[in-house]
């Protein structure tokens, strides 16, 4: 069989990833009552990093550790990666020696072009299209509090960014209806949204968007590498804050999440980020179990 790879949420099953984020809490379980195993004595992941992490980095890091294998931190200008080393030999080399890898960087096709000359598996840790591993943290979480998400919906506010379309994948995986509310100029992939149509619908209204939603989701406004845009992409994004007003449009349980960092007072409001009931401090975590479930399940395909 050929290697599995996880690039976007597409890459599995929907009753694939539907088993992986129950996998997720039964390892959230173990890992909090001491009983977790460590099945993977030996196993190798590398990390490739092109653009900054705090919570990818961790999470993959301590999953690794704690499956019982190693993880080894690699960055373009440590390597000769940084130097122009072709991605495609890049893959062929670093795929001869790990068990796994993960790669964070800007083109999408970086990801595509290491995945089909890797013998063993790649995950997309983030690129400027998409952060599927995020997606899985997300929906375990909203499943941990509030059961499924299959027939809900979702409202995606302010950038139509790599999250986002994250969020148009996860809408049919998980067959939940995503609303996004964009202003002109920032919206998720078209041919996305095209493909999409029957569950995901673009809004300039952010009340119209939010109201009765069930998760209303953020990210801030300039992405990794859009930091010179940063000003313009503020003002016109300034009416899409996720704040306690607009919340209060949504469904009266609806839950809140941002994949952090976050901008306090910018996309999100700092007194939403300090309610004692946000779930946003359980989604970072949840980064962890999820991607031990991500990681336990590639190797074992790998060794099917
Ligand atoms: N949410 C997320 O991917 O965070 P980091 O950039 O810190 O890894
Ligand atoms: N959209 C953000 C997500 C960070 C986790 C970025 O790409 O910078």
Redesign the pocket.
Known sequence: MSTRHFLTLCDLTPAELNALIDRASELKTAHREGTATTQFPGRVLAMIFAK??????VSFEAGMAQLGGHAMFLSPGDTQLGRGEPVEDTARVISSMVDVVMIRTFGHDIVERFAAHSQVPVINA?TDDY?PC?LLADMQTYREHRGPIAGKVVCWLGDGNNMCNSYINAARQFDFELRVACPEGFEPREDLVAQNRDRVTVFRDVKEAARGANLLVTDVWASMGQEDEQLRRAQAMAPYQLNSELLSAAASDALYMH???AHRDEEISADLMDRPDTVIWDEAENRLHAQKALLEWLLEQANA
Do not use: D
């Open positions: 900054s992490s705090t919570r990818t980095r983030l952060h995020q994949c952090l960092p």
